[in-house]
Each structure stands twice: as C-alpha cells, then as structure tokens.
C-alpha cells in the first residue's frame, strides 16, 4: 500500500520539528563531550586590580594584555629599553610559585648594580644588595628592581631586589659571576656584556594568579631601561618535573 502525499508531509514536519528541538535544547548527556582543556575561573572579587582577571591553569600561553604605564614605553626616563634582551618567563607565560623569574641586561659595558653590592662569584649568589638609596643621576635608585602592578616604581611601590646577579656586572668596579642560564631562544641580540637578573618567586610572595610586573635596571653608564609583563604563577601539580616547568 503507498503512502499518501498528506502522510508524507506530516512525518516531513515531526522530522523538522525534532531536529529543531535537537539544535536548540543540545545533544543528550550520554552525548555531551568531557571537557579536558583548561580550568578558566574568575576573578570577581575586585579587591586586587593586578588580579581581576581571568585566571588560567594548565594553560600554555596566557591571553592577557601587557600593561600600559608611563614608564613602560620608551621615552622619557626610559632611555634603554633596548638593554633588556630577554625574560623567563615571557610575556603571557606561566612561571611556578617554587620557580625563578629572570632578567637579561646588555651593554657595551658591565651593567650597573648597588655601588659596592656583594656577590658569590661561583654562583651568583646576592649576600648585599648594596646601596639601594642613593639615586643615580636620572633620579632613579641604581640596583636592579622588580615591581608588583599597581604598586610600581612610579606609585612609590615596594622594590624586590634579584637574588642572583650571574654575569658581567659593576658595583663601582667591574666583575663577574657565574653560573649563567642558557639566554632563551627568543632572546634579543646580546652585546658585550651581559647579566642575568634572578628573583624567587617565593621571595616575592606571589601565589597561584596572574600579574603584571615592572623590571628597572640601569645599563652601563647612566641609562635607564625599564620592561613591562605579564606573567601567570601557578602551583606545580606532582606530574611536573624537579625543574617545574610546564607540563606538555
């Protein structure tokens, strides 16, 4: 027996119908995808401005925007931001809170430090960070200094000072120290001095978030080079290994 055209046009309809319903309502549990990718929660608290953001776990490469300060760009008392080839982590990456964060400084001469700073030659190691008030001809003070956004140079922040200087250096005489990491691969072309700048990140204090940092550091002479980032600090989860780098 052959179906009449008005059966077809009613089982046409329930078809539409149905597939509607499916693109509007989704697909049933048993087909709903597990989710494997990262864990994005947020910040809403506001208490924080340097943290009200996104904050990105398990993530390779963190999508926030670099800050914008007076000091960041070149121009005015940022003279020499050229000085500063490279950092770990870069910009957008993550870095852990048991981990380092490092700073390349290069000149034609040995950069300039704390007048009369002690460092461990073997290692790199800061047993005085030196004369940390006396202010360089440009105003600003001479040891190398790491801020928090928004408490930056400008805002009258708080400094932290490298717990390692490895490298070509000057405290008021040239020296040099050792036990230098390899320069990361996307490193600007260095000069002929060059000085790793090493903080802890314990020694900072910054817990699992995403921040905006400020680095300052004086070049061979007098000039000044002050870098603007943005990084992510994570807590390592035990499959990292000893280095706690990023998990592939």
Known sequence: MGINTGALYIIFIMLAISGFAYVASGPTPSQTPVLTGPEVVLNGQGTNKSRAMLQ???FNGVTITPPVANLCSKGGANTRPDIMIATSPSQSSGVSSDGQISLWVSDKLPPLIGPNAKVVKSSGAVKDQGDTTTPAPDGFFWPPQ???????EENHGKAYYPAYIKGYYNNGIPLVSYNSDVLPPNAL????YTVEYV???SDIGLTDADYNIEFIAHDGTT??????????VYTP????NQKN???L
């Open 199 to 201: 903080w802890n990140v």
């Open 56 to 58: 990105l776990y398990n």
């Open 223 to 232: 000039g000044l080079g002050v870098k603007c980032l943005s990084i992510r």
């Open 146 to 152: 790491l801020y928090i956004f928004p408490a930056t």
């Open 237 to 240: 989860p035990e499959a990292e």
């Open 189 to 192: 072309p260095k000069n002929d």
């Open 245 to 247: 780098q990023l998990p």
